[in-house]
């Protein structure tokens, strides 16, 4: 009976799987450098093989938590919130968006688009991945495309991201971090050559900070 209740509340929005809350630098994309309260929400299953946020995927590890709580907690470290995962757009992100927009915060999101874009948000980056391609809705949306390479095929895939994206959005390719001592030569000669690109390196891990 009391699952069944807190199932309803996540299924609304009410409440989310949270594996973990932390006020941090923001380490990539277009906001690198800035301070953030960074809320990571449980539950993915797009199934990135380098995934670095596996203990992510399985929801039910991370406990159901009240968004008021969540919400309380981010407005006492600033005024910009990232939420990331797993997928956020895995749940409804509605609620907690709305909440964060009543204290006059920042919505920051970074999202696969796998699913349905829910929420209010300053600020969308898009990061599309091949097993489970983003819904058609979000590209218009995205303020900033960020393309993981793993490979060289992810040269032609993010090519191909960015012809969907709006003609403003700011796009990025960025050396997933087990391979990156081979693939930032690749990437660096990539945007000499296609300078619409930029370089985004996870500077938090350089940092080695969260
Ligand atoms: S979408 Fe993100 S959280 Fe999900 S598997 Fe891929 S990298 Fe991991």
């Avoid at 159901?64 to 910009?80: C, L, M, Q, R």
Wanted: glycine letters at 6%.
């Amino acid at each position: 009976m009391v699952k069944d209740k807190v199932m309803d509340l996540v299924d609304k929005g009410l409440m989310l799987p949270l594996m973990e809350e932390f006020y941090t630098i923001q380490g990539e994309g277009y906001h690198k450098g800035t301070a953030a309260y960074f809320i990571r929400v449980g539950g993915c299953d797009v199934g990135c093989h380098w995934c670095d946020v596996k203990e992510s995927w399985d929801a039910d590890i991370h406990p159901p938590t009240a968004i008021t709580g969540i919400v309380e907690n981010a407005a006492k470290y600033s005024d910009t919130i990232v939420v990331t995962g797993g997928e956020p757009l895995t749940w409804d992100m509605g609620p907690l968006t709305m909440a964060l927009k009543d204290k006059n915060l920042k919505t920051h999101i970074e999202t696969s688009g796998a699913y349905a874009l829910t929420g209010v948000w300053d600020w969308i980056c898009l990061s599309p991945k091949k097993n489970k391609l983003p819904q058609s809705e979000i590209y218009g949306k995205a303020h900033e495309l960020k393309v993981i390479v793993y490979n060289k095929h992810d040269f032609i895939f993010a090519e191909e991201q960015a012809a969907q994206v709006d003609k403003n959005c700011v796009l990025y390719l960025q050396p997933e971090w087990s391979v990156r001592e081979k693939t930032i030569p690749l990437i660096v000669d990539y945007v000499m050559k296609n300078p619409k690109w930029i370089v985004s390196l996870q500077t938090h891990k350089y940092l080695n900070i969260p």
